[in-house]
Nanobody, 120 residues
């Protein structure tokens, strides 16, 4: 699977961004998708995942603020991020997996990452 992420940028605290990740190379409904992020000097962490059928799982820190969704017609997974804070700053990666998981080791294809910067 090849993944192309986009949508990052700079935003003020309280603002919103929507990240997109276009998948190609396999039938879109045959694999799970996830979003991870990595802040400067920190390890990569799970943000949200969507199963093949669209079931979702969101990290506690993102619940109520971030929403993952899939558009099967566009082979795209989205991450809608609202009420952003400076702590959300980092590089956001999309990834695909044959399993639906919050563990990064379960994912075998990764996008190039898109930078999100939130200023106070």
């Amino acid at each position: 699977v090849q993944l192309q992420a986009s949508g990052g940028g700079s935003v003020q605290a309280g603002g919103s961004l929507r990240l997109s990740c276009v998948a190609s190379g396999r039938t879109f409904n045959s694999f799970g998708m996830g979003w991870f992020r990595q802040a400067p000097g920190k390890e990569r962490e799970f943000v949200a995942a969507a199963s093949r059928s669209g079931l979702t799982h969101t990290a506690d820190f993102a619940k109520g603020r971030f929403t993952i969704s899939r558009d099967y017609a566009k082979n795209t997974v989205y991450l809608q991020m609202n009420s952003l804070s400076p702590e959300d700053t980092g590089v956001y990666y999309c990834a695909s997996s044959n399993m639906w998981s919050s563990r990064s080791t379960r994912y075998d294809s990764w996008g190039q990452g898109t930078l999100v910067t939130v200023s106070s």
